[in-house]
């Protein structure tokens, strides 16, 4: 929906200062070969002589930054596709996620309501707590983000982040498709995604089954 009311609002420019294609065809192998490592690496835990709570954290640590990998991905993306001079306060090398985000939304005349919502499917909050190093990790490899405000702290287990980490890969994935011309249908993947969201299935099943060991 956000891709297509960039277009009908004529916004899409191509910016070639940004576009690096090399970049993305290595970003895709990667996160391939990422998500199914990391399946591997859980499932083999137990075998390893390293400490539970340093392999918990490790984890944790992977998971974030694979997601903070997607969301720079989707910033870069952003960049190549908008006319700079259709926002209002435009862009430049230095502009974050949020920023970008909450532009295109000003330009789009979103309800405050869908502007919230889409900030949050774009992971803005938790972008901003890692990216300002607003978090703490646990030896359970829980993460809790803002954990000095209690308003708007967060706690986030290893199974949230694996679906941050699936909603990342989705949004990015859906944006190259777009940038393809090609429509994507609900529930219909391409192969390499269908793959990846496998792997990350398992994660979670197998990180689930450790962390209820652990208790």
């Not at 539970?52 to 870069?76: G, R, V, W």
């Not at 952003?78 to 295109?104: S, Y």
Request: net charge neutral; glycine share 4%.
């Amino acid at each position: 929906m956000i891709l297509n009311d960039i277009e009908s609002k004529g916004l899409v420019q191509f910016n070639k200062e940004y576009h690096d294609e090399e970049f993305f065809r290595n970003f895709i192998q990667f996160k391939k070969a990422f998500s199914h490592s990391m399946g591997e690496l859980i499932n083999k835990l137990d075998s390893f002589q390293t400490k539970q709570d340093e392999m918990n954290i490790f984890t944790t640590y992977s998971e974030l930054s694979y997601i903070n990998s997607h969301l720079d991905a989707i910033k870069k993306f952003l960049k190549i596709i908008i006319n700079p001079i259709k926002l209002e306060e435009g862009f430049g090398k230095n502009t974050t996620l949020e920023q970008m985000v909450k532009r295109i939304c000003k330009k789009m005349n979103y309800s405050e309501k869908m502007q919230i919502s889409i900030q949050g499917l774009f992971l803005v909050d938790f972008r901003n707590a890692i990216t300002q190093q607003q978090y703490r990790i646990n030896k359970s490899g829980e993460i809790v983000i803002y954990p000095n405000n209690e308003k708007i702290k967060r706690h986030l287990n290893i199974k949230d982040l694996a679906d941050n980490s699936m909603q990342a890969a989705e949004i990015l994935d859906a944006m190259l498709d777009w940038s393809n011309g090609k429509t994507r249908m609900m529930n219909k993947k391409p192969e390499i995604l269908d793959e990846i969201v496998r792997d990350l299935t398992k994660q979670v099943q197998a990180l689930d089954n450790k962390l209820d060991n652990l208790s």
